[in-house]
């Protein structure tokens, strides 16, 4: 493994007319001291030659999976253990869905399945091909099979076709790359992420219990990303039914006083903490010892609900530099989400807040996808504020995650 600051990157270049940008991409990764080799399909070789970034990596460019000189010693899997990063751009609809069914029938699509290495992809394709159901089921299982990808971009297109497909351009490739892959890794690096993710139960009786509608998706999605990134994932986690994501060390509790009792444990010892369960704001003062039954004539249940601990708050509250991690928290809102948000980031002292609106449709508690609005204070107090749209939660984890590791860095400096 190559350090952070020097990664070994795979480019794959497939079929399309973006593949002329590529040229610009390697001599921008060569530029900033990265090794660059490059693997081209042969629709790829139809837009620009190997021989053109040859020369600008200064490396042979495979084209061939059965090249009798390079397969002599097996030089496919060679290449696939040596890659830290395999970075495709442009990826084109065909390859993106020989990917997301496993195909292995050419050079490029046998490295990546052969190879270990963090998994990037630029789509670049007309907008109508994007716009498939087809493309986005593909999109969908590649981000489940650890792929990020990076746009497409929006605009006027080579067919004269207006609308997202376009490849990002070069610049914005890298730049993305750096900032996820080379900074936050950076920043990650031997660091102990803590995470509370789900809900909580609090029982009314022996069979029920107050609750909500939290699935644990957007937290263990944040362990992923963070496990991505190499950093020491401990994920408390209320009871939800998902896998733990391998390598985190998980935590299971069930009510918010277990959670409560967890996160001062293992905060000591975090560098970040994320607050991302859905807490339950009170409990039954006295949970019934016997199943609750209804009584002939009453027409309604009284119960007394206490307050649970904040947790994040009393966390929040330690002296800085006293078992103090950075603490991000949540706020999931369904109205005046801007104005809640920044209460909840003064009020509980954080250091940064993400906050979504779970009113909307298909974002959100139970599903796949979610936006996000960011807000966080500098050691001055100046407030800086991130809009991130609808997208994959893991998506949206690695850019929470990218943005407090940084943040995190500046406030240590």
């Keep these: 493994m190559s350090s952070a600051s020097s990664r070994r990157i795979l480019l794959g270049i497939s079929g399309g007319i973006a593949a002329y940008k590529s040229a610009q991409l390697a001599r921008l990764l060569k530029q900033n001291g990265h090794q660059v080799r490059v693997v081209m399909t042969q629709g790829a070789q139809a837009f620009i030659t190997p021989l053109t970034l040859q020369a600008l990596t200064g490396e042979a460019v495979r084209t061939s999976l059965l090249d009798p000189e390079a397969e002599a010693g097996m030089g496919h899997i060679e290449l696939a253990r040596w890659a830290d990063t395999i970075l495709i751009a442009p990826a084109t609809a065909d390859l993106m869905a020989r990917l997301a069914h496993g195909h292995a029938d050419d050079l490029l699509t046998t490295l990546c399945l052969a190879s270990p290495a963090q998994k990037i992809m630029a789509p670049a394709m007309n907008q109508a091909m994007w716009a498939q159901p087809a493309t986005a089921r593909n999109a969908q299982q590649l981000r489940q099979d650890g792929w990020q990808l990076l746009g497409p971009d929006s605009g006027e297109q080579a067919c004269g076709d207006i609308g997202p497909g376009r490849m ?126 209804k009584r002939a004539g009453e027409d309604g249940l009284t119960l007394r609900l206490i307050k649970n601990p904040d947790i994040i708050a009393a966390i929040a509250q330690r002296p800085r530099g006293q078992n103090r991690p950075y603490m991000v928290g949540f706020a999931a809102e369904t109205r005046d989400l801007e104005d809640y948000a920044r209460d909840k980031l003064t009020r509980k002292n954080l250091d940064m807040v993400v906050a979504n609106d779970v009113s909307l449709t298909g974002l959100g508690f139970g599903v796949d996808n979610n936006a996000a609005l960011l807000l966080w204070r500098d050691s001055t107090g100046k407030e800086s504020r991130q809009e991130l749209p609808p997208q994959p939660k893991i998506e949206l984890a690695r850019t929470i995650l990218h943005q407090a590791l940084i943040q995190q860095t500046i406030s240590k400096n």
């Design 168 to 293: 990002l351009e070069p610049e914005a490739i890298f730049s993305v790359l750096h900032q996820r892959v080379v900074l936050a890794e950076t920043s990650a690096h031997k660091q102990h992420i803590v995470i509370t993710a789900g809900p909580t139960r609090e029982p009314l009786d022996p069979v029920r219990y107050l609750s909500n509608h939290s699935s644990g998706k957007m937290g263990y999605a944040l362990a992923t990303a963070a496990l991505e990134l190499g950093a020491k994932v401990t994920l408390i986690s209320g009871p939800v039914s998902l896998p733990t994501p391998t390598g985190a060390h998980r935590v299971e509790v069930e009510t918010a006083v277990e959670m409560a009792n967890a996160a001062e444990q293992f905060a000591s010892e975090a560098d970040v903490f994320i607050g991302c369960a859905a807490v339950a704001d009170y409990r039954a003062e006295a949970p019934a010892e016997h199943k609750l039954k």
